[in-house]
C-alpha cells in the first residue's frame, strides 16, 4: 500500500595512474632471464574527509614506508659489485587502496615475461612502531617460499611466527595475492608479536595504534617510527630475495 519514487545522479571520472617498475640484470647466463619481485604500493587516498583539522591523507606507514623499504633494497643490489643470478625487479604499483588495481595490471600483463617471474615479496605498511623481533610470513606456508624465510629469520636472530590475527586474512588485502592469482608464488612479511618487555603483545598495539592512525590523515612523517625496525625489515627482505635470486631451483606452490 505504499509507493516509493527516487532517483539517483553520479558522475564517472577516468582517472590514469602509472605503476613504476626499476631493474637490475642478473649476472647468470641462464637465470638472468628469470624475475625475482619486491614490490610496494605507491597510493593513498589522497584528500578526503578531514579527521581533527588535516584533510591530507599521506599515508607514511601505509605506504610510504614499504616503498622506502623497496627503494633500500634496490640500492642495496645497484652497489653489489657481484650482482644475483636472477634479475631483480621493484615493482611500485598504484590503485591498492582501491582493490589492487595497479598490481592486479602488472601481474595480468607485466613487464617481462610472466611465465619468467619466480616470486614476489610485498611491503605492506610493515607497521614499524616498535622493535623488530619477530615476523609473520603471510601466505609462507602456501609455497617453498617459507624455506629462505626461515633460514634469514635465523641469520638475523629474528623469530618467525604464526600469523596472530587468522580471522584478519591479511594475505589476500594486498598486491601479493595479484601475483598468487597469476600463479606466481607470493608473500608478505610482516610484524609478528614479540616485544622487549616478554608481553608479547605487538599485535595488541599495533590494533591500538591502527585505532588513531591508520587510514587517517595523522598517518605522517611525525607518527611513530622505529627507524631501526625498518633497517632491520629492509635487511630481512632484501635476505629473503637475495637467496630467491640465487637459487638454481624456482620457489614451488606446496
Known amino acids: 500500500k505504499t509507493t516509493v519514487s527516487a532517483s539517483a545522479q553520479a558522475?564517472?571520472?577516468?582517472?590514469?595512474?602509472?605503476?613504476?617498475?626499476g631493474k637490475i640484470p642478473g649476472s647468470d647466463a641462464k637465470l638472468r632471464e628469470e624475475y625475482v619481485v619486491h614490490s610496494a604500493h605507491l597510493d593513498h587516498l589522497g584528500i578526503g574527509p578531514p579527521v581533527k583539522g588535516d584533510s591530507i591523507y599521506n599515508g607514511a606507514h601505509d605506504n610510504a614506508s614499504?616503498?622506502?623499504?623497496?627503494?633500500e633494497i634496490a640500492k642495496i643490489y645497484s652497489r653489489l659489485k657481484?650482482?644475483?643470478?636472477?634479475?631483480?625487479?621493484?615493482?611500485?604499483?598504484?590503485?591498492?587502496e582501491l582493490?589492487?588495481?595497479?598490481?592486479?595490471?602488472?601481474?595480468?600483463?607485466?613487464?617481462?615475461?610472466?611465465?619468467?617471474?619466480?616470486?614476489?615479496?610485498?611491503m605492506d605498511m610493515p607497521t614499524l612502531i616498535a622493535p623488530l623481533l619477530s615476523v609473520?610470513?603471510?601466505?609462507?606456508?602456501?609455497?617453498?617460499?617459507?624455506?629462505?624465510?626461515?633460514?634469514?629469520?635465523a641469520y638475523m636472530a629474528i623469530d618467525l611466527e604464526n600469523d596472530p590475527e587468522p580471522e584478519q586474512n591479511r594475505f589476500i588485502r594486498s598486491d601479493q595475492y595479484s601475483f598468487v592469482t597469476a600463479g606466481i608464488p607470493a608473500l608478505h612479511l610482516k610484524y609478528g608479536n614479540k616485544t622487549a618487555d616478554d608481553r608479547?603483545?605487538?599485535?595488541?598495539?599495533?590494533?591500538?595504534?591502527?585505532?588513531?592512525?591508520?587510514?587517517?590523515?595523522?598517518?605522517?612523517?611525525?607518527?611513530?617510527?622505529?627507524?631501526e625496525a625498518g633497517k632491520k625489515y629492509v635487511q630481512l627482505c632484501f635476505l629473503v630475495g637475495y637467496q630467491v635470486a640465487q637459487e638454481p631451483a624456482r620457489p614451488q606452490w606446496n
Not at 592486479?104 to 610472466?114: E, R
Request: glycine share 6%; charged share 20%.
Open 200 to 227: 608479547n603483545n605487538l599485535s595488541q598495539q599495533v590494533q591500538e595504534w591502527r585505532a588513531v592512525t591508520y587510514h587517517k590523515p595523522q598517518d605522517d612523517i611525525n607518527g611513530r617510527f622505529d627507524f
Open 66 to 71: 614499504g616503498v622506502a623499504c623497496v627503494l
Open 82 to 96: 657481484e650482482k644475483p643470478k636472477r634479475t631483480m625487479l621493484f615493482v611500485f604499483v598504484t590503485g591498492e
Open 99 to 122: 582493490g589492487l588495481l595497479g598490481s592486479s595490471a602488472f601481474a595480468a600483463n607485466p613487464t617481462v615475461p610472466k611465465s619468467k617471474i619466480v616470486a614476489d615479496i610485498n
Open 136 to 153: 609473520v610470513a603471510l601466505g609462507g606456508q602456501h609455497s617453498t617460499l617459507i624455506e629462505p624465510v626461515k633460514k634469514a629469520c
Open 11 to 21: 558522475r564517472y571520472q577516468d582517472i590514469e595512474s602509472f605503476n613504476v617498475v
